[in-house]
């Protein structure tokens, strides 16, 4: 039976730096599935990792006939999930009545629908010491006006994940939310088409190797909160210890 690692949204970003990533650590996984629309992408990445052998995957994980195709594809080849990285996801800037509402819906569809999906139907192919790795943001700390369906569709990723770490705890499989900021890859080109981005995210903009690298040593240890960088961390504490109507007229 093989040892598996399967990524979704990995043809850019924190995604494609998760297989180049996993793939150098853990070099006893036999293939890592690569899930994203642009197929092109995956199969330069495949090309690019050597060391383990890249399953290209070329869905729309939206899409109920790709859904279906990759649960068709798990119970045909019966592998062990060693590691799932839940991390395919977008954002769009702007207020809730000026942005499409199909293009919100969409941002759950993604962000919550497919991750809780394939969350779901992954977890009977993993093991003791399997990982679930969910990537949230550190907009799931506090509501953000002009960002709201994306900061509200990532604090159900944290909440979701919280409690699914403790329930599959007796099972020995952790679940670690990653919640990292601003960081360098496409996100914010798409974020952008609908409104500005701040300044001061750019000020904060980390770079996706390192947010990668932190997360996953962070699952490694079963750490259950994997957040990077100082102003981040902080946030989180500021979150919880100031009432969020204070935080909010500065979240904009
Ligand atoms: N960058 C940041 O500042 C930041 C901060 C906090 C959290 N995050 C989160 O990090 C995750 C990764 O984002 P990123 O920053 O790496 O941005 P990215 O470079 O835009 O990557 C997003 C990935 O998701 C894939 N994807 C989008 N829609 C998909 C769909 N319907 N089916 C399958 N795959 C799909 C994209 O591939 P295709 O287009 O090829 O399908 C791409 O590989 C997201 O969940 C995002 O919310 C990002």
Redesign the pocket.
């Known amino acids: 039976m093989s040892n598996i690692a399967i990524i ?10 998760f297989t180049k990533q996993l793939a150098s650590k853990y070099r006893k996984l036999d293939e890592i599935w690569v ?5 092109e ?2 199969e330069t990445l495949a090309k690019e990792v050597t060391s383990t052998k890249i399953k290209v995957l ?6 109920r006939e ?1 859904i279906l195709e990759l649960k068709k594809l798990l119970a045909e080849k019966q592998p062990t999930v060693r590691i799932l990285v ?6 769009l800037m702007g207020h809730f009545d000026e942005i499409p509402l199909e293009s919100q819906l ?1 941002m759950i ?3 919550c629908y ?1 991750l809780t999906e394939i969350t779901h139907f992954v977890l009977p192919y993993m093991k003791q010491r399997s990982q679930i790795i969910q ?5 799931a700390f506090i509501p953000q006006p002009s960002f709201a369906i ?1 900061a509200a ?2 604090s159900y ?1 944290y909440s979701f994940s919280r409690a699914l770490a403790q329930e599959l705890k007796p099972y020995d499989i952790s679940v670690t939310v ?14 952008s088409t609908t409104g500005d981005i701040k300044l001061i ?1 750019n000020m904060f ?2 770079n ?1 190797v390192n ?1 990668v690298k932190e997360a996953i040593e962070d699952a490694a240890k079963g750490k259950q909160v994997s957040t990077h960088t100082l102003a981040m961390k902080s946030l989180r504490i500021l979150a919880r210890i100031v009432p969020t109507r204070f935080i909010l007229p500065f979240m904009k």
């Open positions: 979704t949204g990995a043809s850019s970003g924190f995604g494609k730096e899930i994203a629309r642009r197929t992408l995956l070329s869905y729309d994980i939206t899409n790709h839940n991390n395919a996801g977008y954002g969409g569809n993604l962000n497919a990537i949230a943001s550190s907009a994306y569709s990532k990723v990653v919640c990292p900021g601003p960081a360098s890859t496409e996100f914010f080109d798409i974020a995210k903009m980390a996706p947010v």
